[in-house]
């Protein structure tokens, strides 16, 4: 997989989510970069795709921000079938639930059916999450320590960059070895793949936890697609239905860290995307 990145590669479908744009900890220039070397017939985006909770509170907005949503909506044009089921942190998208645009459709769930006749129910998975179901305001003060994690990790791989050391999530790390994260996460995965057995589908594609991963549950199929802060990872169907986990961090040569700590490009906004960013402020 090393020079996965440097070639095109052609997928039935692919999945994507919480990439968290308006957010410093979103890897905008990797996705850009999977964007860019990837094609599919379909493409889902699994919900947080812009963080309208961090935005509400300090506007951050870069130029490679505009150029994923600039890059996602040129694939639709040239015939994609994008998908944007929006997840907790742009609920406010929910409000045009079933309607397009730019040819991109806007759906509160959906079931995809694979190449090799599989059905999965595919949604974000917020509502299985009992933090957003039942005490909204702690998932709030999560979020702002979720963050103070990232920016931590930031510096963490700023410093393991210039021994010569590749990129390594530290807040993924310490999720996975947290005895309570690790409780939270299963029973995030049983309450999903319960409502995939009572919706009758073979499996269940999802997002929200940042924890890519796909395994078998008691006959069910449970996907996650991962993040774009964290893991950098998408989820893919290959054209005989496979499903596989791309790590877009392990497979190409671009450091994560450039999107952070260098200037973001000085060249004039295009004028759509200017529109862009003042009906999403509106909207928040």
Request: charged share 25%; net charge positive; with cysteine.
């Amino acid at each position: 997989m090393n020079d996965l990145s440097k070639q095109q590669h052609r997928y039935r479908s692919i999945w994507i989510s919480d990439i968290h744009l308006g957010t410093r900890g979103c890897q905008a220039e990797m996705l850009l970069d999977f964007l860019k070397n990837t094609e599919s017939k379909y493409l889902y985006l699994v919900g947080d795709i812009i963080d309208g909770w961090r935005m509400k509170r300090a506007w951050y907005w870069r130029q490679a921000h505009n150029d994923v949503i600039q890059k996602i909506l040129r694939k639709a044009r040239k015939g994609t079938r994008v998908i944007y089921i929006p997840g907790n942190h742009d609920e406010n998208f929910r409000d045009f639930t079933d309607h397009r645009f730019g040819r991109v459709a806007i759906l509160y769930e959906t079931v995809h059916t694979m190449a090799d006749g599989r059905r999965f129910l595919v949604l974000h998975g917020d509502r299985f999450d009992g933090v957003i179901k039942y005490a909204k305001w702690l998932a709030f003060l999560g979020d702002n320590a979720y963050n103070a994690a990232i920016a931590v990790n930031m510096w963490f791989n700023v410093v393991r960059k210039t021994f010569g050391l590749p990129y390594w999530s530290l807040s993924a790390y310490l999720k996975h070895k947290v005895k309570n994260a690790v409780e939270y996460i299963s029973k995030f995965e049983d309450a999903v793949v319960d409502e995939a057995r009572r919706r009758g589908t073979d499996g269940v594609i999802c997002g929200h936890i940042h924890t890519a991963e796909i395994r078998d549950m008691n006959g069910i199929t449970y996907c996650n697609d991962g993040d774009w802060v964290e893991s950098c990872s998408a989820l893919v169907e290959h054209m005989d239905g496979r499903l596989e986990i791309l790590r877009w961090a392990d497979a190409q040569s671009l450091s994560l860290q450039e999107n952070d700590v260098c200037e973001s490009s000085s060249s004039a906004t295009p004028g759509f995307l200017r529109s862009m960013a003042s009906s999403v402020r509106s909207i928040l």
